[in-house]
Nanobody, 126 residues
Framework: QVQLVESGGGLVQAGGSLRLSCAASGRIFSNSVMGWFRQAPGKEREFVGATTWSGSIKKYAESVKGRCTISRDNAKNTGYLQMDSLKPEDTDVYYC???????????????????WGQGRQVTVSS
């Protein structure tokens, strides 16, 4: 079993930065995948980025590429989503997720992730 607890987020002005943390408890393997997603009310959960727990592979959605950075601290069993140059359209609830099955071509699909954090609100004001 894996539990994910998110922290961070909040309210920021456009152009600002925020960092989300995702603390994992349980057994995370080096080839496990941590994904980040976001969701607005009434919309589908949208892929933001993903990384293997080893950090060897990182992928980002086109909408955030160059503005978001995914990292992790293996010693703390924690993943991070650093978001810079935030825009009002980045306002969403952000979720971290873990897929223990290893990297695949389906890394953008929310259905492949078995465990989810509780979500954190990010609001970007104009």
């Amino acid at each position: 079993q894996v539990q994910l607890v998110e922290s961070g987020g909040g309210l920021v002005q456009a152009g600002g930065s925020l960092r989300l943390s995702c603390a994992a408890s349980g057994r995370i393997f080096s080839n496990s995948v941590m994904g980040w997603f976001r969701q607005a009310p009434g919309k589908e959960r949208e892929f933001v980025g993903a990384t293997t727990w080893s950090g060897s592979i990182k992928k980002y959605a086109e909408s955030v590429k160059g503005r978001c950075t995914i990292s992790r601290d293996n010693a703390k069993n924690t993943g991070y989503l650093q978001m810079d140059s935030l825009k009002p359209e980045d306002t969403d609830v952000y979720y971290c997720a873990v897929d223990l099955g290893g990297w695949s071509t389906r890394f953008t699909l929310k259905d492949v992730y078995e465990y989810w954090g509780q979500g954190r609100q990010v609001t970007v004001s104009s």
